[in-house]
């Protein structure tokens, strides 16, 4: 077994795809993270947490963000899904990096679709 092995932590997305990460920065980000893996939960005893509707470039995304402060979104879409996500996860930086992605890439095709992500509760702060 390898030294690190307990401060890595898989990440499954919906198409099980998975992606290790380590526990230390996890927590250190994110408010969801330092609760499951700090706590009882099943998460922090086990080395693995199953994401069922988060696509695999979607927790790319936040892995990377995660290990580097850098958002890497392809996707036209995945920049608000993975809003969504750094929202469920509070991820407040990632927040943040979403939302300025989501605004540079505001057009005719995509205002409605922003306009209803706005809606809800804590993007309209936001946005």
Request: proline share 0%.
């Amino acid at each position: 077994m390898d030294d690190h092995d307990d401060i890595r932590i898989r990440l499954v997305s919906c198409e099980k795809h998975i992606f290790i990460a380590n526990r230390v920065t996890l927590a250190a980000i994110s408010r969801f993270f330092r609760a499951a893996l700090t706590s009882h939960f099943d998460e922090a005893q086990n080395c693995e947490i199953r994401f069922g509707h988060l696509n695999s470039s979607q927790l790319r995304s936040i892995v990377e963000y995660v290990e580097t402060s850098q958002l890497s979104i392809t996707a036209e879409n995945d920049a608000e899904k993975v809003f969504e996500w750094a929202d469920y996860l509070l991820i407040d930086e990632l927040i943040e990096s979403c939302v300025q992605t989501i605004i540079a890439r505001l057009n005719q095709r995509n205002a409605i679709r922003i306009y209803r992500l706005a809606g809800l509760s804590f993007i309209n702060n936001k946005l």
